[in-house]
């Protein structure tokens, strides 16, 4: 049901389905070019137009980037658990550790690492089930942080947990809520995660990271280029907006 429903979400999906639905209809003509006329406004907005721009870069500042100096004295002498939420790997022997994880997880981890060494008293918090594979995707993050100079004893695993509601859950059935938490997560999934933290009974410190829209001042973007960069943003807006949706539906029913 989830695979059908992201399917139906899917931008193109509705183009697909206008340009089919006007070929169904191509001998009614009133029919045929409401569905034509509407099909280019899709276009248009999804592929020209700056409109995934700026409601992916509203998305993603809904929680600013956490910078050294927001630290503060609020975490200053305290321990802190840094949770890197996982994002999949492969267990290739032939790769290095770090090579293992995918692009995402890679930048979750660097954003975590950058918390860790800024902060005096941190624990690196690693998550993910290993799925079949010799190891959890949890120990692969984690040794990929020792081989980046974590000290082995300041890792903590996750090793259950498949997606990001077992993720708040297993942290705080494990360690409750007795330390202040930085979350490093993509900005595009950062308001679903915090929602499942919250739920659990943890604020957290939202560190985002991997910005689907970034705005160089100094190169400014024509943002009506044609791009199929804008529908692929676009895209996984809508998968974190059923997620979120689903997550509210899902904590109604139980």
């Not at 639905?21 to 009133?30: D, T």
């Not at 595009?188 to 991997?210: E, L, Q, S, T």
Request: charged share 20%.
């Amino acid at each position: 049901m989830t695979g059908f429903v992201k399917l139906v979400s899917n931008p193109l999906t509705f183009l697909i389905l206008s340009l089919s639905f006007a070929w169904l209809f191509r001998h009614k003509h009133n029919v045929r070019n409401v569905l034509i006329i509407t099909s280019g406004l899709w276009i248009f907005l999804i592929f020209i137009s700056p409109f995934s721009f700026c409601i992916v870069k509203k998305w993603e500042r809904k929680y600013p980037a956490l910078k050294n100096n927001m630290y503060g004295q609020v975490l200053k002498n305290k321990p802190v658990h840094i949770v890197v939420l996982g994002a999949g790997y492969e267990n290739d022997p032939d790769l290095s550790v770090t090579s293992q994880l995918s692009g995402t997880v890679a930048r979750r981890l660097m954003e975590g690492l950058r918390c860790y060494y800024a902060l005096e008293n941190a624990k690196l918090v690693t998550s993910g089930a290993a799925l079949g594979r010799g190891r959890s995707q949890a120990q692969a993050v984690a040794d990929a942080a020792v081989a980046l100079g974590v000290s082995p004893d300041d890792t903590l695993y996750l090793p259950n947990t498949i997606n990001t509601e077992n993720e708040a859950y297993s942290y705080t059935k494990r360690f409750a809520n007795k330390y202040p938490v930085i979350l490093a997560t993509d900005a595009m999934h950062m308001p679903r995660a915090v929602f499942w933290f919250k739920h659990f009974g943890i604020d957290v410190i939202p560190a985002p990271c991997n910005y689907r829209f970034k705005e160089d001042p100094d190169k400014p973007v024509f943002k009506w280029k044609p791009s199929c960069n804008k529908v692929r943003m676009l895209d996984a807006l809508m998968d974190e907006w059923l997620g979120i949706l689903w997550a509210r539906v899902k904590i109604k029913w139980d």
